[in-house]
């Protein structure tokens, strides 16, 4: 059992939200910080458990003239969260931009061997425990108890995957509480800004559709990077991140 618990702690990702700050204006997430460094709040590193693997480093750098977020994985694992109120939850469009520095050739999605990500930027729901089987309700409970997180019930991730065709969709090899598009996929150039803007609401249903045919409330939004499966290395670049 707690080898099941840490394999769903790790496919989750713990993203998990607590009170949020109210968003002020257009754009209900905070920047990632105006110097460089360390992001600011309220945006809030997540791993896993007592974690001893190294942790994904997030940082805000100048590029270009720009703050962007760096997102650097070296054999390592982790999320940058930032949580949503309630009275934001019907935010429905995302939007960002993103380039890959250097890819993680070692990745696959579809194993759990491979289970790493140069870069993903996802989308973390309320979905109602009825929605689940009661094995993965058993799971998730035992989760956010053993962790003192609330897991997110559904997540919706973007990813940038050189190995899969643009338009793969797939779910986490750890557990189907994760669920992935790739929107920049094989043939993709690196060391190139893409511009993306999705609608959540369309991708959820597209997504988890099997499971609800409503869209339920959006707790938070994550930055996400790892290679601790692979033992690999990846660099990526994160900007203008806007939901609305």
């Known amino acids: ?33 105006a110097a460089e460094g360390p992001a600011q709040a309220p945006w809030r590193f997540v791993g896993l458990p007592n974690q001893t693997k190294p942790m994904t480093q997030f940082r805000v750098v100048t590029l270009e003239g720009a703050r962007v ?13 930032h949580d949503i109120s309630s009275q934001n939850s019907n935010a429905r469009t995302l939007s960002w931009r993103w380039r890959i ?5 070692k990745g696959d999605p579809h194993q759990k061997s491979g289970d790493d990500h140069s870069l993903a930027v996802c989308a973390m729901f309320d979905l109602p425990m009825s929605a689940l089987s009661p094995g993965e309700r058993f799971i998730l409970r035992a989760a956010r108890a053993s962790s003192g997180e609330d897991v997110a019930s559904a997540t919706l ?3 940038w995957d050189e190995r899969q065709p643009a338009g793969t969709e797939i779910e986490s090899p750890f557990t189907r509480r994760v669920r992935y598009i790739v929107l920049r996929g094989q043939g993709e150039p ?4 893409r511009s993306e803007q999705r609608d959540l609401g369309a991708d959820f249903l597209r997504l988890f559709g099997n499971e609800a045919t409503t869209v339920p409330p959006l707790i938070g939004v994550a930055v ?15 900007g203008e991140l806007a939901l609305k």
């Open 224 to 238: 996400s990077a790892d290679s601790d499966n692979t033992h690999g290395h990846s660099l990526a670049l994160v």
């Open 101 to 105: 520095e250097l890819d993680n050739p």
């Open 1 to 33: 059992m707690k080898q099941h618990l840490i394999t769903l702690a790790t496919g989750l990702g713990l993203w998990a939200v607590g009170p949020a700050m109210a968003a002020d204006g257009a754009n209900l997430l905070t920047g990632f910080g």
């Open 190 to 193: 690196l060391k190139q800004w």
């Open 157 to 159: 991730c973007y990813s």
């Open 69 to 81: 977020l760096e997102v650097k994985a070296d054999e390592s694992y982790g999320n940058l969260v």
